[in-house]
């Protein structure tokens, strides 16, 4: 199965723009980048997924290497809603994984 | 309408017992998954559905069973409960054309 490396816990300040890696040096060609997030006591909720090209949307921006061998998810600008727990994601076959995630922490 | 539902949401039994999840989706969604999230840690996938009567392993599937006769409910049964497996339970939909998964609120068991 496809497997993902992300630290476990980041820290941020309120309004600063957030970067948090993911490597992921076994994905194939097919695989799907996702990124979900869990805030406390929810179950997570969907923030971006990218294949090649780099993905924006209202939540966030998802960086891809070129070879795909890492990616970044960028929150442009961090709230303290945005404390949670971040997955990265391969998906294949319709499978999704979840790893143990980056734990966020974002300071007023 | 909430789209995806589970119950119980909180479930208390004891080692031996026959424990039925149940997970309901308004979507139609074809896709559905059930996934167990441990104290601190992750989420890992014990069954999925690709649609009515297509099921299929995940990565922790020993102990449980499930069914998927209409495409609406996706039933997750722990047929002898063990305290290994007291866990907050999450069921998921994805449609055929989505990426995303949606996840329901949990269910939290406890086995004693």
């Known amino acids: 199965d496809a497997k993902t490396t992300q630290p476990n816990s980041m820290e941020s300040n309120e309004e600063e723009p957030v970067h948090l890696p993911c490597n992921h040096s076994?994905?194939?060609?097919?695989?799907?980048i996702h990124w979900y997030r869990q805030l406390p006591s929810q179950g997570p909720e969907y923030v971006i997924h990218?294949?090649?090209s780099n993905v924006n949307n209202r939540m966030a921006s998802l960086a891809i290497a070129e070879d795909r061998k890492s990616s970044t998810l960028i929150l442009h600008r961090a709230t303290l809603r945005d404390a949670a727990v971040y997955y990265c994601i391969l998906t294949r076959f319709n499978k999704f994984y979840f790893g143990s995630g980056t734990k966020l922490n974002v300071k007023p | 309408d909430a789209g995806i539902t589970q119950s119980p949401r909180y479930k208390i039994t004891e080692t031996g017992r026959q424990v039925t999840l149940m997970c309901h989706q308004t979507?139609?969604?074809?896709?559905m998954f059930w996934y167990r999230q441990d104290l601190g840690h992750g989420l890992r996938l014990i069954y999925y559905s690709a649609a009515a009567d297509i099921t299929d392993k995940g990565e922790v599937p020993d102990g449980y069973v499930v069914s998927r006769s209409k495409t609406e409910n996706f039933p997750l049964t722990l047929e002898s409960a063990t305290r290994s497996q007291t866990s907050v339970y999450f069921c998921a939909t994805r449609g055929a054309n989505t990426g995303e998964l949606f996840f329901g609120e949990g269910s939290r068991l406890t086995v004693l």
């Open positions: 076994t994905i194939s060609g097919t695989d799907y």
């Open positions: 990218g294949l090649t």
């Open positions: 979507w139609s969604h074809s896709y």
